[in-house]
């Protein structure tokens, strides 16, 4: 088996969709950032890279390569996914926790983890989503995510 941890944080940003998890949070402002912003997969995407050993998020979907611009962060995820099946592993759970003083988490959670057992194919029972307020963590107004996740050897 093997342990991953991803972090990541983006600032706000007026006028820009909002996405955490792969799903459209309606909001005045979004994330900034080279991508769609979604700071959730991006954790994500990490920590199953880190598990891997494998090069991070920013080594490989470099923000000055004009192919990310924009893009959708599923994609990040699903690149990280393919290497971690072919280096024969399958995930076994994940825990995530959103820093965010708003929009609140907790209307949006059950659509985020759908989505999230979607883009991952596993069940939502293996996939926790917890919301904190930022409380002095960071000076900057934005979200940030921090994520564990477990592979295990494909059988
Ligand atoms: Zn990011």
Sequence with gaps: MRVGFG???HEFEEGKPLML?????????GLKGHSDGDVL?????????GALGAPD?????????D???GAPSELFLE??????????????NLDCVLIADRPKIAPHK?????RLSELLGIEESRISLKGKRRE???ESEGIACMCVVLLGEER
């Design 41 to 49: 997969l991006h954790a994500i995407t990490d920590a199953i890279l």
């Design 57 to 65: 998020i920013g080594e490989l979907f470099s923000d000055e390569d």
């Design 79 to 92: 690149e990280a996914i393919k290497r971690m099946r072919e280096r024969g592993y399958r995930l076994i």
């Design 7 to 9: 972090f990541d944080s």
């Design 110 to 114: 059950s659509k985020i983890r759908k």
């Design 67 to 69: 192919r990310w611009k």
């Design 136 to 138: 002095g963590f960071c």
């Design 21 to 29: 998890g792969g799903v459209r949070i309606e909001s005045p402002y």
